[in-house]
T-cell receptor, first 113, second 116 residues
Framework: DGGITQSPKYLFRKEGQNVTLSCEQNLNHDAMYWYRQDPGQGLRLIYYSQIVNDFQKGDIAEGYSVSREKKESFPLTVTSAQKNPTAFYLC????????????FGSGTRLTVV | AQSVTQLGSHVSVSEGALVLLRCNYSSSVPPYLFWYVQYPNQGLQLLLKYTSAATLVKGINGFEAEFKKSETSFHLTKPSAHMSDAAEYFCAVSDRLKTSYDKVIFGPGTSLSVIP
């Protein structure tokens, strides 16, 4: 079945460490997105990519980086510059066109230890 | 700019009672509209969407939503709540007008509790 796979499910980061969250999709979707979810704050867009080798900052990109070298993959790196990285991270993808909506992965919960 | 509001950050209903979750959008041109459900520690799952066909849209798990242009609303309903319906529900909109990308704007979410 087609879908989006996020890994790992749980991730622990030490202070000053960079970590990378994986997002892979086999839906042949052009666009991919990363969201951060904190309790009581809904979804906030970190980065998005509409096509391979191109990506744009969302509303809260500081302290994060991404790459889009393959259509299927859109990894997110949480850098040491992100001062409060503890959150639930969601990856999504969509076909081109506004009527389709997004398909989401199951999320990665990142905790700073 | 397009925005979406969800009245009530938390809604409680008794098992078997009607579920009504409210969603209003801001644009003058009716957008595409979506409802998503999120269970604890999981991603969002599409419940239903409105794309300009029938104004009453049926989705999964017995949910439906009615698009009302005059009220700029897209409220989600279910006739009889089940314990398994307890979750977070997000309304989302996507403009029909061209912008820089196929942006979906999410509401703040409504947490639904079902009381036995």
């Amino acid at each position: 079945d087609g879908g989006i796979t996020q890994s790992p499910k749980y991730l622990f980061r030490k202070e000053g460490q960079n970590v990378t969250l994986s997002c892979e999709q086999n839906l042949n979707h052009d666009a991919m997105y990363w969201y951060r979810q904190d309790p009581g704050q809904g979804l906030r867009l970190i980065y998005y990519s509409q096509i391979v080798n191109d990506f744009q900052k969302g509303d809260i990109a500081e302290g994060y980086s991404v790459s889009r070298e393959k259509k299927e993959s859109f990894p997110l790196t949480v850098t040491s510059a992100q001062k409060n990285p503890t959150a639930f991270y969601l990856c999504a993808s969509s076909a081109r066109g506004r009527a389709y909506g997004y398909t989401f992965g199951s999320g990665t919960r990142l905790t700073v230890v | 700019a397009q925005s979406v509001t969800q009245l009530g950050s938390h809604v409680s209903v008794s098992e078997g009672a009607l579920v009504l979750l409210r969603c209003n959008y801001s644009s003058s041109v009716p957008p595409y509209l979506f409802w998503y459900v999120q269970y604890p520690n999981q991603g969002l799952q599409l419940l239903l969407k409105y794309t300009s066909a029938a104004t009453l849209v049926k989705g999964i798990n017995g949910f439906e939503a009615e698009f009302k242009k005059s009220e700029t609303s897209f409220h989600l309903t279910k006739p009889s709540a089940h314990m398994s319906d307890a979750a977070e529900y997000f309304c989302a909109v996507s403009d029909r007008l061209k912008t820089s990308y196929d942006k979906v704007i999410f509401g703040p979410g409504t947490s639904l509790s079902v009381i036995p």
